[in-house]
């Protein structure tokens, strides 16, 4: 059974940094695309970043581009996003996502979701 448990969720100031986590478990993941989206209350939920398990290649939203950063680290199975120059309107529920494909799918059309990290960024 595929399981993705997201960790590193918290309080922060603005400016500040975070680092989430995913563990992914229950199956091999080489030809996954994992990514990491996000809701805020009232609001869809949106791609964040995404990165193929295989090869490294990245993927960010406008919105974060230059302050986050997906990661992941094959001998642990978990992608890591580090969040820096972090704004109040990155106060959001985190969510870890995989999904079987050879593309970047930036819609919630994903195979697996974690229960979710809140984030909460203060002025």
């Known amino acids: 059974q595929v399981q993705l448990v997201e960790s590193g969720g918290g309080l922060v100031q603005a400016g500040g940094s975070l680092r989430l986590s995913c563990a992914a478990s229950g199956r091999t993941f080489s030809s996954y695309v994992m990514g990491w989206f996000r809701q805020a209350p009232g609001k869809e939920r949106e791609f964040v970043a995404a990165?193929?398990?295989?090869?490294?290649?990245?993927y960010y939203a406008e919105s974060v581009r230059g302050r986050f950063t997906i990661s992941r680290d094959n001998a642990k199975n978990t992608v890591y996003l580090q969040m820096n120059s972090l704004k109040p309107e990155d106060t959001a529920v985190y969510y870890c996502a995989a999904k079987f494909t050879s593309v970047v799918v930036t819609t919630t059309s994903q195979d697996y979701w974690g229960q979710g990290t809140q984030v909460t960024v203060s002025s």
């Open positions: 990165i193929y398990w295989s090869g490294g290649s990245r």
